[in-house]
T-cell receptor
Framework: GAVVSQHPSRVICKSGTSVKIECRSLDFQATTMFWYRQFPKQSLMLMATSNEGSKATYEQGVEKDKFLINHASLTLSTLTVTSAHPEDSSFYIC?????????????FGEGSRLTVL | GIQVEQSPPDLILQEGANSTLRCNFSDSVNNLQWFHQNPWGQLINLFYIPSGTKQNGRLSATTVATERYSLLYISSSQTTDSGVYFCAVSNTGKLIFGQGTTLQVKP
């Protein structure tokens, strides 16, 4: 299957700092990537859709000024958690599909575990 | 938006047993995927199955799109099958996840 890679896999930061997470499609180009968040013992919740060359679209209840998304190339999307607080501690996972459009299999990165102290 | 329900929420099996996990969804879909989330959080793609039946080794899946459900079969379960199994569906391009089934296979 297609490979999606995230970095870093784990990050610990102090409250009030910003953290950037990268999501790369390694063997294909992705015009659209998706960012999810997963709290312990819960399911994955879609946060936003990252669109190459345009603004991200956010799901209801997700603060766009807090979770900055940039999709500057066809293989890279970044999620920046600004002014992180302990309640932002979570597992963040990105995904992408090989085929353009709204159908087709989605592949997921390894996830990035954020701990805010 | 579309609703996804998985059952059972928890399942404990003895090694070698068979099991069936179910996924019900509330609207027509053009994408349905089954995943296994390992202890490190990685989502492993099991099946992309918006309709029909597929098999991969000890695992198989069937989606009956007209009746809005999918089944994941695990045969001859092994301890390495333990983890959380997610069903996720889409009719907008955005994949929506169910709450998952936590499977524990005991030796």
């Amino acid at each position: 299957g297609a490979v999606v890679s995230q970095h870093p896999s784990r990050v610990i930061c102090k409250s009030g700092t910003s953290v950037k997470i990268e999501c790369r499609s390694l063997d294909f180009q992705a015009t659209t990537m998706f960012w999810y968040r997963q709290f312990p013992k819960q399911s994955l919740m879609l946060m936003a859709t990252s669109n190459e060359g345009s603004k991200a679209t956010y799901e209801q209840g997700v603060e766009k000024d807090k979770f900055l998304i940039n999709h500057a190339s066809l293989t890279l999307s970044t999620l920046t958690v600004t002014s992180a607080h302990p309640e932002d501690s979570s597992f963040y996972i990105c995904s992408a599909r090989v085929l353009a459009g709204s159908t087709g299999e989605l592949f997921f990165g390894e996830g990035s575990r954020l701990t805010v102290l | 938006g579309i609703q996804v329900e998985q059952s059972p929420p928890d399942l404990i099996l003895q090694e070698g047993a068979n099991s069936t996990l179910r996924c019900n969804f509330s609207d027509s879909v053009n994408n349905l995927q089954w995943f296994h989330q390992n202890p490190w959080g990685q989502l492993i793609n099991l099946f992309y199955i918006p309709s029909g039946t597929k098999q991969n080794g000890r695992l198989s899946a069937t989606t009956v799109a007209t009746e809005r459900y999918s089944l994941l079969y695990i045969s001859s379960s092994q301890t390495t099958d333990s983890g959380v199994y997610f069903c996720a569906v889409s009719n907008t391009g955005k994949l929506i996840f169910g709450q998952g089934t936590t499977l524990q296979v005991k030796p």
